[in-house]
């Protein structure tokens, strides 16, 4: 079986949707599954087999992103060459559409994992985004009509989309994880690096922007600070607007309070869930959000945004809280928390034993699955 992938997000750059498309992958493999990619080039770049890079230009408003020009004359031949059995598109964009229209064109089965949210992006927009809100909201749902399946990464997700009309084919497949570096990180990590092991820690892993509602989060923290003593929140993460939320820190008083590491490789990364002690994680964009996962794995009680994809990942009363969008009442469940030792240890455990759903090798098994009954 041979996978043709198009992404208008992939390596170099770092983003969910690209370490999604790394789990499967990799797991895949392992059942003889095959790939090929069609993805944006970033400058100059090395030629690897079965990976076609498309002329790319950095994207207004996030240099580090690309935009690639969706144009190859070649693309058909390549396709046929490659004896592709099915086209799986992670975004109904750019290479997402030209990798739509390729499937139509050949009869080759296309399937669209929904990964984004895309009309809670149009901060992004410098001009006329509740315009550009609903022609964003119409654009997918015509898209995902377009094709053979539409991979929803959560149930909420999937209930979302069928109200807005969507009427092709859907299947919830989780994007799974590596729950071994999690069970495995050091748990002294964290607090000896950061000299803090006096402190109860409050984490925040993901993009440093707008739409993962960091304003919210430092807003809700300020709280907290205020009524507990030894906390820190660490945010790990990079993005446009980490100079501004570093600023707004310093000036709510926090700046020996919150910790701003930036990006870390993601073999890092377990390490610092390890040593924390609550998950934070209040973005109301996500469709299922791997960050929940990951703070599953590594044994941490998460409080997050009653929205989306949230709703499936975090189990209200068993492994965290979900509150409205308030911040009072979302400072009032990390205090409460932080301070209900027992109640932590509980949601702890309660945690690692619900992370078992999302391994990677389960969610591969489904993904496997709608491959094979595409074909048939």
Known sequence: MKIAVFSDSYHPYLSGVVRSIDLFQEEL??????????????????KEKGVYRFFSLPAPTNKDFHLALPFSAKLYSTLRAEKVD?????????LGRLGQKAGRKL????????????EEYVHYFPFAQKTAKAITSWYTLKFANKCEAVVCPTEAIREYLLEKGLTSRTEVIPTGI??????????NFLKDHLKINDQKV??????????KNVDFLLDSFKIVAEKVNNVVLVVVGGGPELTHYIKKAEQFGLG???????PVSPEEVPQYYAGADLFLFPSVTETQGIVFAEAKAAGLPTVGIRAFGSKSMVFEGVDGFLTSLNTKEYAEKVIYLLEQDELRKKFSSNARQNAQMFSKEYTAKLMYKLYQSLLK
């Not at 009869?107 to 895309?118: A, E, K, Q, R």
């Open 256 to 262: 020996e309070k919150v910790k701003f590491i930036g």
């Open 202 to 211: 409050c984490l925040f892993v993901g993009r440093v922007a707008p739409e």
């Open 29 to 46: 493999n392992k059942k003889g599954v095959q790939f090929t990619f069609f993805i944006p080039a970033y400058g100059i770049y090395k």
């Open 178 to 187: 590596d729950l071994q570096p999690f069970f495995k990180a050091d748990r």
């Open 86 to 94: 099915i086209i799986h598109v992670h975004s109904p964009f750019l």
């Open 107 to 118: 009869n080759i089965p296309v399937v669209f994992t929904y990964h984004t949210l895309y």
